[in-house]
């Protein structure tokens, strides 16, 4: 907990957790746990209908869902899903090249002083890896 200046208590996030859309759970929880190392944390329903998976304390909800329309332009302009932080963007382009993770950009220095790759999830989420320089 922490206080401002008033002796307010102040309540602070502690973690956010995306929860991606999907038509092919099975296969998002096969790629996020065997090529990007996730763990699996949990799937409620039989067959599943939502499921959770983590790294490093940090958590992705899935859930199914019907198929969006098609946005072709979504790419054009390198539109990220999401952007984690990562300590070592070298040792996790190494650990995802050597479980043959498709990159979707190669790791490389920024202009905002970040050292960072991108991949393409199964379902076409662009997810960017970067460490601070």
Not at 25 to 35: E, F, K, M
Not at 44 to 51: G, I, L, S, T
Not at 97 to 124: H, I, Q, T
Request: proline content about 7%.
């Amino acid at each position: 907990m922490r206080f401002n200046n008033c002796n307010r208590l102040i309540f602070m996030i502690r973690q956010i957790a995306p929860q991606f859309f999907t038509t092919d759970l099975p296969g998002n929880l096969s790629y996020y746990t065997n090529q990007l190392g996730f763990e699996l944390l949990g799937t409620w329903h039989d067959p599943p209908v939502y499921a959770v998976v983590a790294r490093d304390g940090h958590a992705i909800h899935f859930r199914s869902a019907e198929p969006p329309m098609p946005n072709p332009e979504k790419y054009r302009e390198e539109f990220l899903d999401a952007y984690l932080f990562i300590e070592d963007a070298d040792a996790l382009y190494s650990e995802y090249a050597a479980r043959g993770v498709e990159f979707f950009r190669g790791l490389a220095n920024m202009p905002w002083n970040s050292r960072e790759f991108v991949v393409k999830d199964c379902d076409g989420r662009l997810l960017a890896f970067g460490a601070n320089l």
